[in-house]
Every structure is written in structure tokens, then in C-alpha cells.
């Protein structure tokens, strides 16, 4: 069963990883939070004295524990942690009756769940009774979208709050921190410091793990005492590439079917839109590079091409389906250079949605119309009584008229003429629009 309660009030011990031992005390310790302390949302419940249910939504290594503990403080409230990765109904049981007992002495319980996401509806459903006569307040920590994995009815009794990935400003504090606390000065020139803080991601913990990988990595013939001077550049200073062989890149973050999969390629689409071919490059890399399925992405070009680039480059669609068979043909990595030359061809292509917008006027046009006929002179008449009836009467073949255009009539009778599909004047769509304004003056008799 895992470790539900918080058994010892002396703080961590020496062998701990430096992220416990450096874990704020107060407050005004968090850093890269600001928007929600102060006069944000969670510095006025602090304020009140009187904490509230929380989500606490944001990437890893932000601080979301570190809150929910300082928040059992103002409220005086016993600090119960369990996670749902390994905590069951059970498990819950146990910590409701507990809490249940503690009430009863006069003590509350803030209840932290770590990755609240991981439980199923029926057990967020058990959290619902003693939410709402105030035996726990509940703190639910996760890294996905709360409007997406969480019960409507859980949801809507705990206020949503948003943790930030920490700026290079926070993560520079921190390691200051760090290396004040250690009481030393990690042996790093100006870029490798620099890349430190790249490789952190937005993490504070796995920054400060990475801290004391060079400590040990380095040992304590290269410590360099605080001195507030710049380092010597001699022996023992660990430069970039140095650096790059003490600790581990992290793969960026990336849930190929969680919402990071949906940021990344509206971020990618919408920098495609907006003609930007180097931002649809980054995006397109960090998804490749984060593991998402080639095809996908090639997939995903393929709609680009027609919803939004549609007739303004006829070459859009050949190019990006031409890149899906190629990639097809030649796996990873060889194959992904095809995906990323029509992305490229995309962003730099006119834009136009003009027949994704006669597409939707158009379908709903044929619902709203209902079953109405063609006319009867655009029908074929292969039998006398479809002739008797009518049909194909009056038909003119193009053809056969001097300009290779009737003017014809071919909407369903009782239904006024409708323009679905009015291209803008740029790129391909510009001869296009021609070709439709010379064929309404012969069809209006100019």
C-alpha cells in the first residue's frame, strides 16, 4: 500500500534529493508563481486564512506540492498526501474515516492527491460527500486539462488554478538558491550555466536535479567556494559540451494522446495559416521530436492544403500528398525531410479558405432545401415516359454555343440561385475569380 500519510514533521534528511531539502518553507520562497500569490487568487484565499478546494493544473516540477503543503499551514489543517497512481478505493477509505475521526477532535484535513487525473470517474465520485460537508479540503494536483479528465460534478466544487513553467528568471533563482544552500558555486562557464537552465525545461525539480548530478559527477576537488567573482577559466571549469555528458537531456515533454498532442498541432496548423514557415518548423519539430506518429502530421498537412490553402495554389494538395507517399516509401528519419519540404511549401504558399467556406454554405444549404428536384432539362430522359415527362426538354449543350457556356439554369426549381464560392483576389484564385465573373456577365446577357 503506498505511503498515504505524512509521518514526520522534521523535514527531510540529509540523504534526500536536494528538491526536498530546498522546499520552500513560506510563500514568499515559491518562486515563478506570482500571478496566483500576492493579489492573485491563492495569495487572497491565503489572505482569508481559510483555504478552499483546489486544482492545481501545470507542467511537472512547478511547485504544485510544495503549494498544497503550504497551504495545510494557514489552515491549520493536517496534510494527508496520496497519489492515484498508487492509492485505490481503499486506500481512500482509510484516509476519509480518518479524516472523519480528526474532525471530530477539531482538526480539518487538506488532502493532497498527486496525478488526480489517473482516477477513474467512480472514484472522483467518492471524493464528492466529504468535499461538501468539509471533512477534507481537497487539493488535486495534475498535468492534463482538469475540464477534460475530471468530473463535471467534482469539478465544479474546486477552483481551477494554473501553474506557469518556470521563465529562466525563476529557474535562475532557484539555482542561486541552490548553490547558496550547497554553499557553493557549481563550476560552470557562462554557457554551460546557460544550458543548464535550457535543459530544466520549465522544471524546478529536475533543474535541481541536475545540480547535484554535477556536484557528484564532479566531486568535490572541482567545487568552486561562493565568491561572487567570476570563476577561473582554467582546470575544473565545465563548459557546454562538458555538461552535456553530466546529466541526461530530457526529452521534451509530450503526451502523444493527451492535450499537449492537441496544443502542439493547432500551434502548428495556426503558424502554417499564418504563413510563418519558422515557427511551423519549430512546431512541427517538437512534435517529431517528441514522438508523434509521422503520418500523423503528414495527415494533418494533407486537410491544411484544402481547408486553407484550397484553390489559391492547386499545388498545395499534390505537395502534400506526395509527402505522405514518401514518407510511406521511406520510413524515419529520410522520410520526415519530405514532410518538413511541404510544411515549408505550405507556410509559404497564398492562403485561401474560400472553398472550405462554399463547402459549409453548401451543405447547409442542401439541408435546409430538403429533397428538391433537379430540373427536369438537366435530367436524362432514357425511357418515352421520362421524355413524356419531360425530362432533358430544353437542355442546351455547352458545346454547342459559340462561347462554350449556356447560362443555364442547374439549381432545383423554387430555389433562387445561390454563390457559394467567391474567391479572393490572390494567388491561383485570382484567375479563378476572373473566369467566374466573365461567366455571370454571359450569364446575366452583358
Do not use: C
Amino acid at each position: 500500500m503506498s505511503d498515504l500519510f505524512e509521518t514526520s514533521s522534521s523535514g527531510p534528511g540529509p540523504d534526500a534529493p536536494l528538491a526536498d531539502r530546498l522546499r520552500p518553507g513560506r510563500f514568499d520562497e515559491v518562486v515563478g508563481q506570482d500571478h496566483l500569490l500576492g493579489d492573485g487568487p491563492l495569495g487572497r484565499m491565503i489572505a482569508r486564512g481559510k483555504p478552499a478546494s483546489l486544482v492545481f493544473w501545470g507542467p511537472p516540477g512547478t511547485g504544485k506540492t510544495t503549494l498544497a503543503r503550504l497551504l495545510a499551514q494557514v489552515g491549520d489543517l493536517a496534510f494527508v498526501q496520496t497519489s492515484a497512481i498508487l492509492s485505490g478505493v481503499a486506500d481512500l477509505k482509510k484516509i476519509f474515516e480518518a479524516a472523519r475521526l480528526r474532525r471530530e477532535l477539531g482538526q480539518g484535513t487538506l488532502l493532497f492527491v498527486d496525478e488526480i487525473h489517473r482516477f477513474n470517474r467512480s472514484q472522483q465520485d467518492s471524493f464528492l460527500p466529504w468535499v461538501e460537508d468539509g471533512t477534507i479540503v481537497l487539493v488535486g494536483a495534475t498535468t492534463e486539462n482538469p475540464s477534460f479528465e475530471l468530473n463535471a460534478a467534482l469539478l465544479s466544487r474546486m477552483q481551477v488554478l494554473v501553474l506557469r513553467r518556470l521563465d529562466e528568471r525563476a529557474l535562475g533563482g532557484l539555482l542561486a538558491r541552490a548553490e547558496d544552500f550547497l554553499g557553493l558555486e557549481l563550476p560552470l562557464d557562462g554557457d554551460a550555466r546557460e544550458l543548464l537552465l535550457t535543459l530544466a525545461d520549465g522544471d524546478g525539480r529536475y533543474l535541481l536535479n541536475m545540480v547535484e548530478a554535477v556536484v557528484d559527477s564532479t566531486g568535490s576537488g572541482f567545487r568552486v567556494p561562493v565568491s561572487g567573482k567570476d570563476m577561473d577559466q582554467g582546470d575544473g571549469v565545465i563548459g557546454a559540451s562538458e555538461l552535456l555528458s553530466l546529466v541526461q537531456r530530457r526529452a521534451p515533454a509530450y503526451d502523444k494522446d493527451r492535450e499537449g498532442h492537441y496544443n502542439l498541432i493547432s500551434a502548428l496548423h495556426k503558424s502554417l495559416r499564418g504563413s510563418d514557415a519558422d515557427a511551423a518548423l519549430y512546431w512541427l519539430a517538437r512534435m517529431l521530436v517528441g514522438g508523434e506518429d509521422p503520418l500523423y502530421v503528414a495527415r494533418r498537412l494533407v486537410r491544411f492544403a484544402s481547408e486553407d490553402i484550397g484553390l489559391a495554389d492547386p499545388q498545395a494538395l499534390v505537395q502534400a500528398l506526395a509527402a505522405r507517399e514518401a514518407y510511406e516509401v521511406l520510413g524515419s528519419p529520410e522520410g520526415e525531410l519530405a514532410i518538413v519540404q511541404a510544411a515549408v511549401y505550405l507556410a509559404t504558399a497564398p492562403k485561401s479558405n474560400a472553398v472550405y467556406r462554399a463547402q459549409k454554405q453548401a451543405w447547409r444549404a442542401a439541408k435546409e432545401t430538403g429533397s428538391l428536384m433537379p430540373p427536369p432539362h438537366i435530367l436524362n430522359a432514357p425511357t418515352k415516359l421520362m421524355k413524356d415527362l419531360g425530362y432533358g426538354e430544353g437542355y442546351a449543350y455547352d458545346h454547342d454555343t459559340e462561347t462554350g457556356f449556356s447560362g443555364q439554369d442547374y439549381f432545383p426549381e423554387g430555389m433562387a440561385r445561390a454563390n457559394f464560392y467567391d474567391p479572393p483576389e490572390r494567388g491561383f484564385e485570382r484567375e479563378v475569380r476572373k473566369r467566374l465573373r466573365y461567366w455571370e456577365k454571359l450569364r446575366s446577357g452583358g
